[in-house]
C-alpha cells in the first residue's frame, strides 16, 4: 500500500520543540519532493517548508525561518521537521506531501498526502 504517514505531534509548552515524522511506505521518498503545511482551525492550509529531491535544497515560510529544520533519512524512508521554540502562533494539524518539485508556496502538492498529526502549544 502506498502512503506517508505523519506522527511526532503533541502537547508542548511555549518556548517548547516537537520533531515530526513523514513516513513513506510502497515508494521511495528521496525520489520526491517533501513539503510539510500546516491548516489551523478556520484558516488555510499554509506550506511550512518543502526539501526538494536530488540536491535536497529546502525552503521555509518566514514565519519559521530560524526555527524550524527539515531533514531526510533515506535509509528509514522519513522525512523530519524539527520545530523548536514553538509559539501560539505554530498550534495546527502538520502533514507532510509528495511532488516531483517543490512548487510555489500558495500551492498543494500534487501527490500522496498524509492525515496530519496535530500540533499544540499551552502552557
Known amino acids: 500500500q502506498v502512503h506517508v504517514v505523519e506522527s511526532g505531534g503533541g502537547l508542548v509548552q511555549p518556548g517548547g520543540s516537537l520533531r515530526l515524522s513523514c513516513a513513506a511506505s510502497?515508494?521511495?521518498?528521496?525520489?520526491?519532493?517533501v513539503g510539510w503545511f500546516r491548516q489551523a482551525p478556520g484558516k488555510v492550509r499554509d506550506r511550512v517548508s518543502c526539501?526538494?529531491?536530488?540536491?535536497?535544497?529546502?525552503v521555509y515560510a518566514e514565519s519559521v525561518k530560524g526555527r524550524f529544520t527539515v531533514s531526510r533519512d533515506n535509509v528509514r524512508n522519513m522525512v523530519f521537521l524539527q520545530m523548536n521554540n514553538l509559539t501560539p502562533a505554530d498550534p495546527a494539524v502538520y502533514s507532510c506531501?509528495?511532488?516531483?518539485?517543490?512548487?510555489?508556496?500558495?500551492?498543494?502538492?500534487?501527490?500522496?498526502w498524509g492525515q496530519g498529526t496535530q500540533v499544540t502549544v499551552s502552557s
Open positions: 526539501i526538494s529531491k536530488g540536491d535536497g535544497n529546502i
Open positions: 510502497g515508494f521511495t521518498l528521496d525520489y520526491y519532493a
Open positions: 506531501a509528495t511532488d516531483w518539485r517543490c512548487l510555489d508556496s500558495d500551492q498543494l502538492m500534487r501527490g500522496y
